[in-house]
């Protein structure tokens, strides 16, 4: 990387936290608003955006913070939309009927019962959508979904046992399931270490690059998800440049492999996600590293039934 692409590089990520932060400052300063599910719901979507400000994702930190100032504003805010998100088939399904589910709570009443409990929902949704869609961080996914699961069932817990015993279930199907342990296992498997303040790929990240060209394949895989991670060494600002320089040289190893560019999708984590906690400034081996995912295409069954 050249010493100019290196300077704008640099100045588009303190762009990007500029212009994210002042956001969630934003949101911050607007006073509560509304119902009390109103209210819940805002302080929910702020820290739903500080903590994608924290994990270096300032696109979804705004969106975030643009539903809580929403609120602020005295607009209705809903669950999200699905087509709002670029979703996984084999998850597609599942958050349709759980967005159906918790739109049929909502309406009849949940947000004046139970505020709390049906905005935090609502949030676990909108987090579940927003995981899913990343479609990576597969402890996260389940959190944000069972977080959901649980409270929807709180709100549903006044309601008919006949239309309770109507709604449509939650549960992943058999084949979507299947798809997406597959995909949890894949999307572990691979990993790159790099020595301290390098983002040059040695010889075992070379046959760590091999494995995962060859399940893909195999799999004939949909998407190639790379994550790239520092260690907590230096600032924040260079461990995510240093983590996406990182996650670009295993994307172009890829690429030489033959996998085609535009599967491949690419992401800095900077030190925000350690596989060992450690304190500031501490260097870590293991936190020095790429993770690879490989979707696997998935069967028409995994897509509908």
């Known amino acids: 990387m050249t010493r100019l692409s290196t300077t704008l590089l640099v100045v588009a990520c303190a762009a990007a936290v500029a212009g994210c932060s002042a956001r969630l400052d934003e949101a911050r300063r607007s006073a509560p608003a509304g119902s009390a599910f109103d209210r819940a719901l805002q302080t929910g979507y702020i820290e739903l ?16 913070a643009g539903r809580a100032i929403s609120l602020a504003n005295g607009e209705r805010v809903v669950p999200e939309r699905l087509d709002a998100r670029k979703l996984p088939p084999a998850a597609a399904d599942d958050l349709a009927r759980a967005r159906a589910r918790l ?26 959508m927003q995981e ?13 979904r069972d977080g959901f699961v649980a409270a929807l069932e709180k709100i549903e817990l006044a309601r008919p046992a006949l239309a309770r015993s109507r709604s449509p279930s939650l549960r992943p199907t058999p084949a979507a399931a299947r798809a997406s342990h597959a995909a949890t296992r894949e999307a572990q498997a691979f990993t790159v270490m790099f020595a301290f303040d390098s983002a040059t790929i040695d010889g075992a990240g070379a046959a760590a690059i091999a494995k995962a060209v060859a399940a893909y394949n195999a799999a004939g895989a949909a998407i190639v998800r790379i994550a790239g991670h520092a260690d907590r060494a230096g600032s924040e600002a260079y461990n995510t440049k240093l983590a996406r320089a990182r996650a670009e040289a295993v994307a172009r190893a890829i690429e030489r492999a033959g996998i085609p560019r535009g599967i491949i999708r690419t992401r800095s984590y900077g030190e ?3 596989a060992i906690a450690t304190r500031d400034g501490q260097r870590e081996d293991k936190n020095r590293r790429v993770e690879i995912g490989v979707d696997p295409k998935l069967p028409r069954t995994a897509v509908r039934q």
């Open 272 to 274: 925000s996600r350690p």
């Open 49 to 64: 955006a500080r903590a994608e400000r924290d994990e270096i994702d300032f696109v979804d930190a705004e969106i975030f």
């Open 103 to 128: 739109m049929a709570a909502l309406e009849r009443g949940a947000r004046e019962r139970a505020p709390e409990i049906a905005a935090e929902a609502q949030l676990r949704f909108d987090c579940w």
């Open 132 to 144: 899913q869609e990343e479609n990576f961080q597969f402890d996260q996914i389940a959190a944000c």
